[in-house]
């Protein structure tokens, strides 16, 4: 690409600063703490101790033990700072904070990849559609169907709508294949990634191209997509100007997902009825009993050729997320790479609880990729959240993919998917500071 021999020519540069920072943090102390460079170590390392051991507390208790924990969590940096402060070295700490962060800095842009490695790649429409048809949940995000018109503002670009009202449950898939054959030649919905999900596989049954319009409460799907979450009316631009996107589907048992199959401790959540508006606190407050091993049934797992043993709870994605984030909150670099992301969580220690909270770099924390999973337990049936649904389904439960199976059809100015972070590999970062990178870096 145009832009690859530019980035190839800075990206030594920006290693070489990282080092030279990273230099400048430890030469501050050195210089100008001596001596008290060993006690600041050596205070540093206990607040960290006593960190992990909170962080820990904090998981695995409930109620005031656990904001207890919470606040020695947030505490003991504090008092790190306050003996800085006492010692006449605080100006010297932050110093070299500053000069680690900014080596840090250094080293993600030197490391950043190219953005043909994380934008999916867009199609042209030959033509609008003629026929669309969309289905709208007047309830779902808390009422943002009525909220921005979605119904009288897709009527107006010539859209059949569908309102899911009553309160009986409607069969979504009757809807959608009805409207397929009734001479629909597009299929969208209004409505939350469960709802995204049944319709998307009617949509990928037939070949039709599917809109995501973002009036569900979370929008995952519609994030990974890089349409606009704060304005659900915006999506409607994909029927006069849009752009196709090919992604992939999973497929777990006869059902689509578009985003994760959860299961164990992670399907638990899912049907607990905050986790829609709260998933991180949902997370927390079954955490104290995973940590117990109180959580049946007991799943085993096999990812490709691998086996991942005995987790308490399991996530199967559509694509692999960025990082490996426990409440299950991160983001998909792209949706088109044809595997399956496997975040698995086996905690048998408090050191793996805490370690948690670092994400993918957590002993207690597996990743993987294949593109078929099972999961088979000790019980006839195995409780899955997919795509924030709750189900039981018979053992073993099969996961696989479906590459490019799904056409969407996307604004053609919209937000974008951000830059995915990225990591530091100091051995790679070594290499591009030194001489010889104009041979090896492409």
């Not at 859209?159 to 969208?188: K, Q, T």
């Not at 979370?218 to 994909?238: E, I, K, S």
Request: net charge positive; with cysteine.
């Amino acid at each position: 690409m145009p832009g690859s021999v530019p980035r190839a020519r800075w990206r030594p540069w920006l290693a070489r600063l990282s080092f030279v920072l990273a230099g400048v943090a430890v030469a501050l102390l050195i210089a100008f703490a001596g001596l008290k460079s060993a006690a600041m170590l050596a205070v540093g390392l206990a607040s960290a101790a006593v960190s992990l051991a909170a962080a820990y507390w904090f998981l695995a208790e409930r109620g005031a033990r656990r904001w207890l924990s919470l606040a020695a969590f947030v505490l003991s940096p504090v008092s790190v700072i306050v003996v800085f402060v006492f010692a006449g070295l605080l100006w010297v700490a932050l110093a070299s904070a500053a000069a680690w962060l900014l080596a840090g800095v250094a080293a993600r842009a030197c490391m950043a990849p190219a953005s043909s490695d994380w934008r999916m790649p867009e199609l042209q429409v030959g033509r609008p559609a003629v026929h669309p048809f969309l289905i709208m949940n007047p309830r779902s995000g808390g009422g943002k169907v009525t909220k921005f018109g979605l119904k009288h503002a897709a009527q107006e670009l010539g859209a059949e709508v569908f309102m899911i009202e009553g309160p009986e449950p409607a069969d979504i898939e009757a809807v959608a294949r009805g409207a397929v054959a009734s001479g629909a030649d597009l299929l969208g919905v209004a409505g939350g990634d469960g709802t995204q999900a049944l319709v998307a596989g009617v949509a990928a049954e037939h070949d039709l191209p599917f809109v995501v319009i973002t009036a569900g409460t979370r929008n995952h799907f519609a994030l990974d997509l890089g349409l606009d979450r704060d304005n659900p009316a915006a999506c409607l631009a994909a029927l006069t100007d849009g752009v196709d996107l090919c992604v992939d589907l999973g497929i777990i048992g006869n059902r689509t997902f578009v985003n994760n199959a959860s299961f164990g401790a992670y399907a638990e959540i899912v049907e607990r009825p905050q986790y829609r508006d709260d998933k991180l606190g949902s997370t927390l407050d079954l955490l104290p009993d995973l940590l117990s091993g109180q959580r049946d049934p007991r799943l085993t797992i096999t990812a490709g050729d691998i086996q991942l043993g005995q987790p308490q709870a399991i996530l199967v994605a559509n694509n692999p997320y960025e990082t490996g984030d426990i409440a299950g909150l991160g983001r998909r670099t792209r949706l088109d790479q044809g595997i399956l992301g496997v975040v698995s969580i086996s905690v048998r220690s408090a050191k793996q609880a805490a370690g948690l909270l670092r994400g993918a770099r957590s002993a207690g924390l597996n990743l993987a990729t294949a593109t078929e999973v099972v999961i088979d337990g000790d019980t006839p049936a195995i409780r899955v959240g997919v795509d924030g649904e709750s189900v039981c389904l018979p053992r073993p439960v099969r996961c696989a993919v479906r590459p490019g199976a799904l056409r969407v059809r996307v604004p053609r100015q919209r937000p974008g998917v951000r830059a995915p972070r990225a990591r530091i590999n100091w051995v790679r970062l070594l290499h591009l500071a030194g001489p010889s990178f104009g041979r090896k870096v492409r």
